[in-house]
Structures are given as structure tokens and as C-alpha cells.
């Protein structure tokens, strides 16, 4: 995690066009801070989020599965970044019209969740909703195939992406 090993990396991929990075993220230290094989990267993203910044790019989290992951633990994980990382909500984005310049977060496995949960955390009204407030992202559940697109709308996500190759 050498600052200068990360900031060759950084400036290796802006010259190669990348405009962004995308850092698998594993959960916040006092949840579960392992991903499913038992990697933790916490304390690692923040040494790769002034790297970003430094070299002038932007960064996005590609929040993992872990135990006991819900919409409201992911809801408690936003805080977390908002308070450990505010960099993550400075660094250089592309604008949508009018539309704020919110972090963009890839939810792996949002499927285990039923699109009613998500909505509390993601639909403008539901009840424990981030959008608004400071934890507001923007919010892409994994996609495997077309039935995945109820989650999508119903539970607010802001789009899709797949990470599997799907119909």
C-alpha cells in the first residue's frame, strides 16, 4: 500500500482513458468485515481513495456480500463511508443534467434481498430511505438475467450492471 506504488497504478490507468476506479469493498469494521472467503479491504480503500484523488480520478465501491448483509446494514454501511471516506463524495465525476454528483455504488447479490426491503432504503419515501440525505448513492444491483428486473424497479435501484454473462 506503498503511496507511490498506488499513485503509478492511478496514473497508469488515467493515461490509459480510465476515468474511474472501482474498489471492492468487504463491510465496516464493528459489522462483518470479510467478504464470504474472509477478505477484508476496509482498511486498504482509503489509502486507494487519496490515491484517486490525487491523480484526478473518480472512484466507485463495489460493496461485497458478507454475513448477515441486508438493506439496512448496507443503509448503516453508507454512513460508515460518508464518515470514514468523505473523499468519496468529492472525488471527480461525470454530471447527469441536473441531477447531484452522488458516489456510485455496485451492489453485489442485491437479489438475496427482496425488492420490499430495498425500497425502504432506497425509494425517495420508504421508511429508513437514503436518498436526500448524505448516504444517498447512486445504487446498481447485480443483474443475472431479465427476472432480476423487478428488484431493479421495484426495489429503487438506480440501474443494473452484470457481472456474469447473461441472456
Not at 469494521?29 to 486507494?48: E, F, H, I
Not at 425502504?120 to 445504487?139: H, N, Q, Y
Not at 432480476?148 to 456474469?164: I, P, T, W
Request: hydrophobic share 40%; charged share 25%; aromatic share 8%.
Amino acid at each position: 500500500r506503498d503511496p507511490a506504488t498506488l499513485d503509478a497504478h492511478f496514473a497508469q490507468m488515467r493515461a490509459a482513458g480510465v476515468d474511474a476506479a472501482v474498489l471492492s469493498w468487504t463491510g465496516r469494521p464493528g459489522g462483518a468485515v470479510s467478504d464470504t472467503q474472509g477478505v477484508s479491504t476496509d482498511s486498504a480503500a482509503g489509502d486507494a481513495l487519496a490515491a484517486a484523488a490525487r491523480i484526478g480520478m473518480g472512484a466507485a465501491i463495489h460493496l461485497e456480500p458478507y454475513e448477515g448483509r441486508s438493506p439496512s446494514s448496507v443503509r448503516d454501511d453508507l454512513g460508515y463511508l460518508v464518515a470514514r471516506y468523505p473523499s468519496l463524495y468529492t472525488l471527480p465525476r461525470r454530471p447527469c443534467g441536473d441531477e447531484p454528483r452522488l458516489p456510485v455504488v455496485y451492489v453485489y447479490d442485491a437479489y438475496h434481498n427482496a425488492p420490499e426491503a430495498w425500497a425502504e432504503v432506497l425509494c425517495p419515501g420508504g421508511a429508513k430511505t437514503i436518498r436526500g440525505t448524505d448516504r444517498d448513492v447512486v445504487a446498481l444491483a447485480t443483474l443475472l438475467g431479465p427476472e432480476d428486473k423487478d428488484l431493479v424497479e421495484r426495489g429503487c435501484f438506480d440501474g443494473a450492471y452484470s457481472y456474469f454473462a447473461t441472456d
